[in-house]
């Protein structure tokens, strides 16, 4: 788009922007040096190589990188007593408030700014599941849940220091934790509840005595943890992925009955088959579809269930003035 900045192109297109703020500026500390070892391009994918150094031993892990996202392909944490090098000299960054204050500025009336929490991801689980694999995550909570609970307590503690100390007092409207790791897709609701729920909830009430407002952000599968979203206390929930995206809604209907009155809803449209792909006509279509299933009785914004990156402007002015037609 001519090299608009995120805030100009939403205003072209006629959307209200939803723009996410994350600069956390990393704290100088002695006792945890992150250093690059290696970098290198591989089938088009930046990887790099990363050691961390502590008083008590070295760690390292592996991050792959193109222009969407970043992935870990070696991970932090390979034995069980890493962690307490974590809880013990990995500093919680601050986050640029300046900068964060100006962007709010910028944007006024025209759209919501968001932010993340420290970490990989907000969730205390999705942050885990960067630090040591998924799969093994899944299967340590039958082998060890203690050292699971021990290791989400300590990132907890870090997630709490970080809202206290960065987001009091920020200008942001919307707070993003959770994370797809914790999506029916990947684990069990019994998984989500013992080792998810309690966790997710205490961040939400950090948030909530700050004056902040949360989205639990699960990224798939979410019809069979929709009483467990309500239960962790957040504000809303997101990305009502269609099956088109990897998630389980077919008919919004049973999350709307679940949901309505207790949690605001973000999300729903296919942003890959339908919005990048599709015609206007087919967008018009799903957003009249999505409407008139989440947002009759209120509390919900339509929205991608995801990022999208090669949608055509034409594809996007379709989407925002179709959704300005839709009225309670």
């Known amino acids: 788009m001519n090299g608009m900045s995120d805030v100009e192109a939403c205003r072209y297109v006629g959307l209200d922007a939803s723009i996410t703020y994350a600069d956390m500026q990393e704290v100088i500390s002695d006792n945890w040096r992150v250093s690059i070892t290696k970098q290198y391009i591989k089938e088009g994918n930046q990887i790099t190589h990363y ?47 300046t900068g964060l204050q100006k962007l709010y500025d910028n944007l006024g009336e025209d759209g919501i700014v968001r932010t993340f929490i420290y970490g990989y991801q907000g969730g205390c689980w999705q942050d885990a599941c960067e630090l040591y694999g998924a799969e093994k995550m899944i299967y340590a909570t039958f082998d060890k849940p203690n050292w699971v609970h021990e290791l989400l307590n300590i990132l907890l503690e870090k997630k709490l220091q970080y809202i206290n100390e960065s987001l009091s007092g920020a200008k942001v409207d919307l707070v993003e934790t959770g994370g797809g790791a914790a999506s029916n897709n990947l684990i069990s609701p019994d998984i989500h509840e013992e080792f998810c729920m309690p966790y997710d909830r205490k961040m939400h009430d950090a948030l909530h005595a700050i004056g902040h407002k949360s989205t639990y952000h699960t990224c798939g599968g979410m019809t069979k943890i929709l009483d467990l979203i309500i239960q962790n206390g957040c504000d809303a929930s997101e990305t009502l992925s269609p099956v088109g995206m990897g998630g389980d809604i077919v008919d919004p209907i049973p999350v709307v009955q679940k949901f309505q009155g207790k949690v605001a809803m973000i999300g729903g449209m296919d942003q890959s088959n339908i919005l990048t792909s599709g015609t206007p006509l087919q967008i018009q279509n799903e957003v009249k579809r999505l409407f008139e299933g989440f947002g009759m009785q209120g509390g919900y914004i339509m929205s991608a269930s995801d990022h999208f990156f090669h949608t055509p402007v034409e594809n996007l002015i379709a989407f925002a003035n179709t959704g300005k037609e839709c009225r309670y």
């Not at 034995?79 to 640029?96: G, T, W």
């Open 51 to 97: 050691v961390v150094e502590t008083p008590q031993g070295h760690l390292t892990y592996i991050q792959g990188a193109n222009e969407m996202t970043t992935w870990m392909m070696e991970h932090l944490i390979k034995a069980d007593e890493d962690i307490y090098l974590i809880k013990k000299y990995r500093p919680v960054p601050k986050l640029n408030k």
